[in-house]
């Protein structure tokens, strides 16, 4: 019995002595938000500017998610799934503000099988139902006219993509949207630095021949290899970096909301 009462001394008195919790200002809630990348090649990882943009130009206080596909065209990314995917990224609560970077129009181009829009009447309204169901899901939908192709014939940039990117300007005008015009800006500077610089911006060397596997593609390596090849539309480390810190520069501009969460450099 006494080494029971004495028990219970001890304990009364380590609780009497413990130290009060301490006290300071209340914790402030985070206010995140989110930057979401649709589109094709041009944007995604390992081809495209996204990851240098996800990866370099945004601050802490932005989840930045790329759901940029290869290959795909403003009807392919939504007739496969990825659009739903994308959708569900912008209905996740917690952020202050979710907005939905929206760039297409290589893969609508003719000549590509089972993914070519008209672009008179295709296109655009897939363009429009993207802002729509955008909006509708509580995000802020910012087209992106599409990143222009590095060929040159006769000394001159080949604008192939014009029509397209002047397509995404007139819906953008039409439905009110915010517009980061990526072609106009990444035209005039692959023509004012000439074909030879602009060839530094592919993931190869001029010359060089295709390396690795194929994309996803497994094998004895525990890792997918990845493709790389000298081409005039993807880009390698260098023409990421670039054109990633221009649709940062660009899109503060026409979003000023966004000016704080991104570096442009």
């Known amino acids: 019995m006494m080494g029971l009462f004495l028990?219970?001394?001890?304990?009364?008195?380590?609780?009497?002595?413990?130290?009060?919790?301490?006290?300071?200002?209340?914790?402030?809630?985070?206010?995140?938000?989110?930057?979401?990348?649709?589109?094709?090649?041009?944007?995604?990882?390992?081809g495209g500017w996204g990851g240098a943009f996800c990866a370099d130009h945004v601050t802490s206080f932005v989840a930045c998610v790329n759901l940029a596909r290869g290959g795909r065209s403003s009807g392919s990314y939504i007739a496969e799934g990825s659009w739903a995917l994308a959708l569900a990224e912008m209905k996740t609560r917690g952020f202050v503000k979710t907005w939905v970077l929206i760039q297409f129009g290589h893969n609508d181009q003719p000549g590509k099988p089972g993914r070519s829009t008209d672009l008179a009447t295709q296109f655009p309204a897939n363009l429009r139902r993207y802002v729509v169901e955008t909006r509708a899901a509580g995000a802020i939908p910012v087209l992106v006219t599409p990143l222009t192709r590095r060929t040159f014939v006769d000394g001159k940039l080949?604008?192939?993509?014009?029509?397209?990117?002047?397509?995404?300007?007139?819906?953008?005008?039409?439905?009110n949207v915010p517009l980061v015009d990526l072609n106009v800006g990444s035209t005039a500077a692959i023509n004012a630095m000439g074909e030879a610089e602009a060839d530094g911006f592919a993931q190869l060397p001029k010359g060089s021949t295709p390396t690795?596997?194929?994309?996803?593609?497994?094998?004895?390596?525990?890792f997918a290899?990845?493709?790389?090849?000298?081409?005039?539309?993807?880009l390698g480390r260098k023409g990421a970096d670039y054109f990633a810190?221009?649709?940062?520069?660009?899109?503060?501009s026409a979003v000023p909301d966004t000016r704080p969460l991104l570096f442009d450099q």
Do not use: Y
């Not at 028990?7 to 919790?21: E, G, M, R, S, V």
């Not at 080949?158 to 439905?175: G, K, N």
């Not at 690795?212 to 525990?222: F, I, K, Q, T, W």
């Open 7 to 46: 028990a219970t001394l001890a304990a009364a008195a380590i609780q009497t002595a413990a130290p009060a919790p301490a006290t300071g200002p209340p914790v402030q809630p985070i206010r995140a938000s989110k930057i979401v990348l649709v589109g094709d090649s041009t944007t995604a990882v390992a």
């Open 158 to 175: 080949v604008e192939d993509l014009a029509p397209w990117a002047q397509s995404v300007r007139v819906v953008a005008r039409e439905m």
């Open 212 to 222: 690795g596997g194929v994309a996803g593609e497994v094998n004895d390596n525990p």
């Open 225 to 234: 290899q990845r493709r790389l090849a000298f081409d005039r539309t993807h």
């Open 245 to 252: 810190t221009m649709v940062a520069r660009e899109l503060a």
